[in-house]
Nanobody, 122 residues
Framework: VQLQASGGGQVQAGGSLRLSCAASGLPFSSYAMGWFRQAPGKEREFVAHISWSGTSVRYAESVKGRFTISRDNAKNTLYLQMDSLNYEDTAIYYC????????????????WGQGTLVTVSS
C-alpha cells in the first residue's frame, strides 16, 4: 500500500494550498480517509476525515470553516483544500487510511502516507 502526499509548500498567511494524496495497493473506495498534521515539537493531531463515498466528513475545530476534505474514488485520490492559512497551520501533513471513519485516529489508522510539509509565513 502506498499513500503519496503532495502539494505542500510555503505560503503567506491568508493564502491557500491544496494537498493531494494518491493511493495505490488498496481498494480505495472501501477505505475511509483522513488527514493529520504534526507541528515541530508537537504530537500528531487529527485534521479531517471523510467516509468511503465522501458523503460524511468531520473536521478538527481548529480548521473547521477553512479546510475542505474531498476524495475522487475514480482517481484513487484524496484532497485537502486549505484556505485562510495561518502560522499555526505550519506542520507536516499526513494522509491516512482506515476501514472505518471512526478508525481515522492516530492509534487506529491502518496506513500512513509519508507526509508533505506546509509552511505558513506571516
Amino acid at each position: 500500500v502506498q499513500l503519496q502526499a503532495s502539494g505542500g509548500g510555503q505560503v503567506q498567511a491568508g493564502g491557500s494550498l491544496r494537498l493531494s494524496c494518491a493511493a495505490s495497493g488498496l481498494p480505495f473506495s472501501s477505505y475511509a480517509m483522513g488527514w493529520f498534521r504534526q507541528a515541530p515539537g508537537k504530537e500528531r493531531e487529527f485534521v479531517a476525515h471523510i467516509s468511503w463515498s465522501g458523503t460524511s466528513v468531520r473536521y478538527a475545530e481548529s480548521v473547521k470553516g477553512r479546510f475542505t476534505i474531498s476524495r475522487d474514488n475514480a482517481k484513487n485520490t484524496l484532497y485537502l483544500q486549505m484556505d485562510s492559512l495561518n502560522y499555526e497551520d505550519t506542520a507536516i501533513y499526513y494522509c491516512a487510511a482506515a476501514p472505518h471513519p471512526d478508525s481515522i485516529t492516530v492509534i487506529r489508522t491502518k496506513y500512513w502516507g509519508q507526509g508533505t510539509l506546509v509552511t505558513v509565513s506571516s
